[in-house]
């Protein structure tokens, strides 16, 4: 009887382990069940979409730049397409034995390795960085067959931008760079940070930077199939990228040649207006440089040689430059005293070769000086006693309230950043300036230099070429501007870049008429009748030399005594044909000595092309490189008949080919970076 209560004892316990295993069982088919429905139901959508992200990659496809070309079309800035070996530094072990092995395949120079650790240094993240350019199609190939030893290197079709014209005008161009990381920042905090999602560069100087919104074009996209591996398979879909628009300029790139290999090793600056509409004719700073250099990074020793420079090649002089404007100021301070009527035309100041006051002694004219001397004599002889006079007649906060609308020491709104503004002084100004309280008063003589252009006075060719600009329109202001227009890169519609119109000053017409008689009677009798004898038109200008250094009033100045950088500047200023002018400038050739003979003959060579239309022949242009001066040297070539002068595209040939550096393939717009 026990045995048979003890096999029912078992025989329960049994039955509720089973029914407890059953219920187990159960339950999990049920949870089994539910996620099943949760993962096929309820996160249907979400999966499928997880699932298609692994099998495809949306790339970003960069917007091709758009070209910079000048007035008549030269292309100042263009785009080509070659091979880029790129390497991924996360994706690859130890950098220098992957480099080693690399360049048994294809060549790796020295100042690859250099420039590649540049850009590494530079990168804070493990992006795509190149390490060699320009591929040949035998170095790809190469390189191909032999891909599976490099992990993280690749082969990818890049496009690059190219500058076909180098030196010339790129201080006006500027170059593009790779993106650093303020700028990646500053994109971050705009609505324009996805349009850069797969560009690495951007405009770093010039109209590329200043034009860089209508440049970079809009960045498309590309949706590809890819392996398990993470290979491009095919591409599913695209949305195009839309190229940059081109940005036409109203320099002259003949012109813009014909200053700049006047000027040869020499520094300096030249600004050429229209002053009829503020377009920039001529924008030269001088010593230049090659801005290809900076596209694909700059090398040690190139950075080096124009960063040590004691020419400061990478300053631009026109812009950022500033310099006493020397007896290139008496024009405008002659206007201000009939503005004012501090003077009339014809008002004596007698001009002995000196002027005193408390008891310090400004030199002028040598011991004679010039005798008796009206406004008209004041500016073509060039007398400095008539000035200082008139400067201790206005007082320094005059002199600067009149001078501040014609821009000196103010920004003129050029469309290029980085413009300074000088210093057009005020006794405002020097209490801001200085911080001891002693150095804060302003005195009476210290005016007295303001009126020959010295002093504190200092000014870009810029403001100068604006001011002088001025006086060639009658007193109108036009803002000066180097964009004439934008062509759109999907219609080819040209739009004009919209300026404001030009705003008159309210000068007196007759005083206007006063100061620009004078100015051409500089060319006609005065310090510059040398230089424009013979010219086919007329001139006004006036001649300037500014000191780089200051000489005490007791020295006289010794040229050879000083060392180049410290000997005077020579400027000028001037405008042509004199009764309906169509340019105005503003130059200044750097411890050149006398304005007459080194900046003057710079001014009529550019007044020959642009009114007379000829050019110098190569033995005049080695005369006024030399400074040597005086009116043209032989005979003037038509323009039209002077070889290689940057032109531009011939009719039917594309941009692109007009502007590629050699055998590449035309610039379009790349696949993916990624390998198929």
Do not use: C
């Amino acid at each position: 009887m026990t045995e048979f209560k003890d096999v029912e004892r078992e025989l329960a316990g049994f039955r509720r382990r089973m029914v407890v295993i059953g219920l187990v069982v159960l339950l999990a088919f049920a949870g089994l069940f539910a996620r099943l429905v949760v993962l096929q139901v309820g996160r249907h959508e979400d999966l499928r979409a997880q699932a298609e992200r692994n099998r495809t990659a949306i790339v970003p496809v960069a917007p091709t730049r758009g070209h910079i070309l000048d007035r008549n079309g030269v292309v100042l800035a263009s785009n080509y397409s070659a091979y880029t070996l790129e390497i991924t530094p996360s994706k690859v072990g130890p950098l220098e034995p992957a480099i080693d092995a690399l360049s048994e395949v294809i060549e790796v120079t020295p100042r690859d390795r250099r420039r590649f650790r540049k850009l590494l240094d530079e990168s804070r993240n493990f992006e795509s960085l190149p390490i060699r350019t320009r591929l040949s199609d035998e170095e790809v190939a190469r390189f191909a067959a032999q891909r599976y030893r490099f992990p993280g290197m690749d082969i990818k079709a890049r496009l690059f931008r190219h500058y076909p014209q180098g030196e010339l005008g790129a201080h006006v161009v500027g170059y593009i760079g790779r993106i650093n990381a303020a700028e990646k920042a500053r994109l971050e905090e705009t609505d324009d940070e996805g349009n850069y999602k797969g560009t690495e560069y951007i405009g770093k100087l010039g109209i590329e930077q200043s034009y860089e919104t209508e440049l970079h074009g809009k960045a498309g996209v590309e949706q590809i199939e890819t392996s398990a591996g993470g290979r491009a398979v095919r591409r599913l879909a695209s949305s195009k990228a839309t190229p940059g628009n081109t940005v036409v300029l109203s320099i002259d790139a003949r012109l813009q040649k014909l200053v700049e290999d006047l000027y040869g090793e020499r520094r300096g600056a030249l600004v050429a207006l229209d002053p009829q509409t503020g377009e920039v004719l001529a924008f030269v700073s001088k010593p230049t440089y090659d801005p290809n250099l900076f596209v694909e990074g700059i090398d040690q020793e190139s950075w080096a040689a124009l960063s040590e420079s004691m020419a400061r090649p990478l300053l631009n002089r026109a812009l950022r430059g500033t310099y006493p404007p020397g007896s290139t100021y008496k024009p405008f301070m002659g206007l201000a005293a009939l503005e004012t009527g501090k003077r009339r035309p014809g008002d004596i100041t007698s001009d002995g070769g000196s002027w005193t006051f408390g008891g310090h002694t400004y030199r002028s004219h040598g011991d004679g000086g010039l005798g008796a001397v009206d406004l008209h004599r004041s500016i073509v002889k060039s007398s400095n006693v008539y000035y200082y006079s008139l400067a201790n007649d206005m007082g320094v906060d005059a002199i600067h309230d009149f001078m501040a609308p014609l821009t000196f020491g103010q920004l003129t709104g050029l469309d290029l950043q980085g413009e300074v503004r000088g210093v057009l002084p005020s006794q405002a100004w020097k209490r801001k300036a200085y911080r001891r309280p002693e150095h804060q008063k302003w005195y009476a003589g210290e005016t007295i230099s303001l009126g020959i252009g010295q002093g504190y006075n200092t000014f870009t060719m810029l403001q100068l070429a604006q001011a002088t600009s001025i006086l060639a329109s009658s007193g109108v202001k036009h803002q000066p501007h180097l964009a004439l227009a934008v062509e759109d890169s999907v219609t080819g519609e040209r739009r004009p870049v919209v300026r404001e119109p030009g705003v008159s000053l309210n000068y007196k017409p007759e005083n206007v008429a006063a100061i620009r008689r004078a100015l051409v009677g500089v060319t006609q009798e005065g310090t510059a009748t040398r230089v424009f004898s013979g010219a086919a038109y007329l001139s006004g200008g006036k001649t300037g030399t500014a000191q780089a250094v200051t000489i005490g009033q007791k020295s006289k100045y010794n040229a050879a005594a000083l060392a180049e950088y410290q000997r005077d500047h020579a400027l000028y200023m001037a405008f042509a044909p004199a009764d309906k002018p169509t340019i105005a400038l503003a130059l200044i050739v750097e411890n050149a000595g006398w304005g007459a003979e080194a900046a003057a003959p710079i001014a009529r060579r550019v007044f020959d092309f642009w009114v007379a239309g000829v050019y110098p022949n190569e033995a005049d242009l080695a005369h006024v490189r030399a400074g040597k001066g005086g009116p043209p040297v032989g005979k003037p070539r038509p323009i039209a008949e002077v070889p290689d002068l940057p032109a531009p595209p011939v009719v039917g040939a594309s941009m692109a080919e007009a502007a590629a550096p050699g055998p590449v393939q035309v610039a379009q717009t790349p696949t993916p970076a990624v390998a198929r």
